[in-house]
């Protein structure tokens, strides 16, 4: 069964640390893999996706995640927060095959302390 | 590029009544529409998917009639709560699949409050 599992709720982070932010997935297929950033009350904005080649993605605002097939693992990197990288990040996978429809994490919260 | 917009962004409305909710996408042709609802501080839970000229798909435990969702162009896609009640309450999110990207765009979401 497909399923993402984002291990950690919630996370607090000093401004200028570094973030890791972990996901997990099961599938069966070739997955495709995304992050997507949500702030409160907005819909969701797509930080990166990977579906094939080169294993570390490169996405918006200074993110990267880097894809590990061994470790089904998608795992989101920043290496300077800002306090303005407050929201909701959600892990998602999907697959042509399903007709692209996404299974998302639960989500994890991030809290950036001045 | 990859814009997708709902209307309207909030309602609030009585027990009973009908709520319509458009999903679109402003810039690209989508023929797969995905609605979606979030409770707070949760993910997103997979209502339905609407395939444009077609019958949606209904996730397990997602009541068809109470959840009304037509596509009939490929741009638009509209979500009716029918016979709201306060239950109903909640962050109705729908994405767009861009099919040349195979990549969910989302809009910003509909906050409907039940009274």
Redesign the interface.
């Known amino acids: 069964a497909q399923s993402v599992t984002q291990p950690d709720i919630h996370i607090t982070v000093s401004e200028g640390a570094s973030l890791e932010l972990r996901c997990n997935y099961s599938y069966g297929a070739t997955p495709y893999l995304f992050w997507y950033v949500q702030s409160p009350g907005q819909g969701l904005q797509l930080l990166l996706k990977y579906f094939s080649g080169d294993t570390l993605v490169q996405g918006i605002k200074g993110f990267e995640a880097e894809f590990k097939r061994s470790q089904s693992s998608f795992n989101l990197r920043k290496p300077s927060v800002h306090w303005s990288d407050a929201a909701e990040y959600f892990c998602a996978v999907g697959a042509l095959a399903t007709g692209n429809q996404f299974y998302f994490g639960t989500g994890t919260s991030l809290t950036v302390i001045p | 590029g990859a814009v997708?917009s709902?209307h309207p962004s909030w309602v609030i409305c009585k027990s009973g009544t009908s709520v319509k909710i458009e999903c679109r996408s402003l810039d690209f042709q989508a023929t797969?529409m995905?609605w979606y609802r979030q409770f707070p501080?949760?993910?997103?839970m997979?209502m339905a998917?609407s395939n444009e000229g077609s019958k949606a798909t209904y996730e397990q435990g997602v009541e068809k009639d109470k959840f009304l969702i037509n596509h009939a162009s490929l741009t638009l896609s509209t979500l009716t709560v029918t016979s709201a009640h306060p239950e109903d309450s909640s962050?109705y999110?729908c994405?767009a699949?861009h099919a040349s990207t195979?990549?969910?765009?989302?809009?910003?979401?509909t906050?409907l409050t039940v009274l």
């Open positions: 997708v709902q797969t995905f501080k949760q993910s997103l997979l998917t962050f999110i994405s699949r195979d990549t969910q765009y989302f809009g910003p979401g906050r």
